[in-house]
């Protein structure tokens, strides 16, 4: 059900939630228009995503459950795994510089893919469209 390129439509706090990630100014800036597009492939457990952006692009293999390392665009290395509980993605990832959690979500909402993000007490979302 996730299956598909998802771009970007409209993000929820994104900003602040990158302030508290303690992303600097330019990359803010540069962040908050990023033209971001994943492309979800499921199998079963299994994952591929594709993501591109005017930062970069990446494609990482996962299967949930099994933790994994990743590097986000701002370069922050995390490690942490995806779950599924019922219809929604839940994944729990602990940044390795100070070994504080960020947990993240993927569902399905009228047609959108919802993914939400949480740091430090700070709640986000940003909101894809199918292409
Ligand atoms: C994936 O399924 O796309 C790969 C794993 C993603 C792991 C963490 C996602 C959180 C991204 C937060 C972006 C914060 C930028 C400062």
Known sequence: AFNGTWKVDRSENYVKFMEQMGVNLVKRKVAEHDNLKITIEQNG??????ESSTLRTKEID?????PFD???????EVSGAWEM??????GK????DNNKLLTTTRT?????LVQSY???GVDAKRIFKTL
């Open 93 to 96: 990832f602990t940044r390795k």
């Open 70 to 76: 990743y590097t986000l665009a701002d370069g922050t």
């Open 85 to 90: 509980e019922g219809d929604m993605m839940k």
């Open 45 to 50: 457990d299994k994952f591929h995503v594709k």
């Open 118 to 120: 949480n740091y430090e």
């Open 62 to 66: 996962f299967t949930l459950g099994v």
């Open 108 to 112: 399905l909402v009228g047609g959108e």
